[in-house]
């Protein structure tokens, strides 16, 4: 008899328990919303939280590569010795390397135009296509005199000289001298100096272009 009873004591134990473990897996598999949770509390926060963010970045590096192209009537002329210590000068001054364009190295990129052919009208834009041949990302073509008056360059109309150029840029200014910055790849114009003080060489037109070049590498 007390055996029996024993037994009967563990079954029901067992089956309590096993009625006890269905109720909390079932416990276990409902899923509520938290938020709706006795006691639970819920914060709104007023305005953005991602705010926008603006990178900004030079419009040419630091040390760009820039080649110096003098015009003489629109056309590439080897850069007068005086001009020449000029831009050395800068050279010297600034984390830019300021090289002077061979005037040699036309040739090696436009083709040859055979007798009784007519000469091309767009030496400018010959100059680039140059420039970019020979490496350099960007180009400063100068010119002095009838080569940098009213809205022209090289004794062209600016929109007629293959360069890309934005409404009030420098470029548009009649000056004694005048110089282009130029993306010698795409044509874009990126800046323009100017300098009326040419009597002894261009020292003001290289100092100019320097503030150009600075301002150009800086966010």
């Not at 914060?43 to 590096?61: K, Q």
């Not at 940098?148 to 007629?160: C, N, P, Q, V, Y």
Request: aromatic residues 8%.
């Amino acid at each position: 008899m007390t055996k029996l009873k024993t037994k009967t004591l563990f079954k029901t134990a067992a089956i309590a328990t096993l009625i006890t473990g269905f109720a909390n897996s079932a416990s276990a598999l409902e899923v509520t919303n938290p938020l709706l949770a006795p006691g639970a509390a819920v914060e709104l926060f007023d305005g953005p939280t991602l705010s926008e963010t603006t990178y900004n970045s030079p419009i040419i590096e630091a040390s760009a590569k820039i080649a110096v192209a003098r015009l003489d009537g629109g056309r590439l002329i080897p850069t007068p010795y005086g001009e020449e210590v000029d831009w050395e000068m800068l050279d010297k001054r600034m984390s830019a390397d300021i090289e002077l364009m061979n005037a040699g190295d036309y040739i090696k990129y436009i083709p040859e135009i055979a007798y009784p052919g007519q000469d091309t009208d767009n030496k400018i834009d010959e100059v680039r296509i140059t420039a970019a041949s020979e490496g350099y990302p960007y180009v400063l073509i100068y010119g002095v005199g009838p080569d940098a008056t009213w809205a022209s360059f090289g004794g062209k109309a600016l929109r007629e000289t293959g360069l890309s150029v934005k409404d009030g840029c420098d470029s548009w200014q009649k000056a004694k001298a005048k110089a282009l910055l130029v993306n010698a790849f795409t044509g874009e114009v990126l800046g323009a100096a100017t300098a009326e003080n040419v009597e002894f060489n261009i020292g003001e037109l290289a100092d100019n272009v320097g503030d150009l070049v600075k301002s150009l590498s800086e966010v």
